[in-house]
Nanobody
Framework: QVQVVESGGGLVQAGGSLRLSCTAS????????MSWFRQPPGKEREGVSC????????FYADSVKGRFTISRDNAKNTLYLQMNSLKPEDTAMYYC????????????????????WGQGTQVTVSS
């Protein structure tokens, strides 16, 4: 049984930083590309960042480029999202997702490509 669990969310002031973590069990972690999605209040879920199974390739939404960094530790079956220079518009529920192998060009647009999802962790950025 695959389990994906996010942690690290919380309340932070604008300009601050947070580091999200996601652990996955029940799968061979280093066979899977991993991603972060987020859903702001009253809006649709959107892709934030994706990392290949090896960690060699990373992709970001334009809105977070230069501020967020995705990384993974395959020895610990853990995915990370370092979020710096946070803005109120980053407020959202953040989700971790996994798919076999690589990110694909449609990783942001097609959520059906992602086989496993976590329950989310809330990030709130105050102004």
């Amino acid at each position: 049984q695959v389990q994906v669990v996010e942690s690290g969310g919380g309340l932070v002031q604008a300009g601050g930083s947070l580091r999200l973590s996601c652990t996955a069990s029940g799968l061979t972690f280093d066979d899977y590309a991993m991603s972060w999605f987020r859903q702001p209040p009253g809006k649709e879920r959107e892709g934030v960042s994706c990392i290949s199974w090896s960690g060699d390739s990373t992709f970001y939404a334009d809105s977070v480029k230069g501020r967020f960094t995705i990384s993974r530790d395959n020895a610990k079956n853990t995915l990370y999202l370092q979020m710096n220079s946070l803005k109120p518009e980053d407020t959202a529920m953040y989700y971790c997702a996994a798919r076999y192998n690589f990110c694909t060009t449609a990783w942001r647009q097609d959520e059906s490509l992602w086989a496993y999802w976590g329950q989310g962790t809330q990030v709130t950025v105050s102004s």
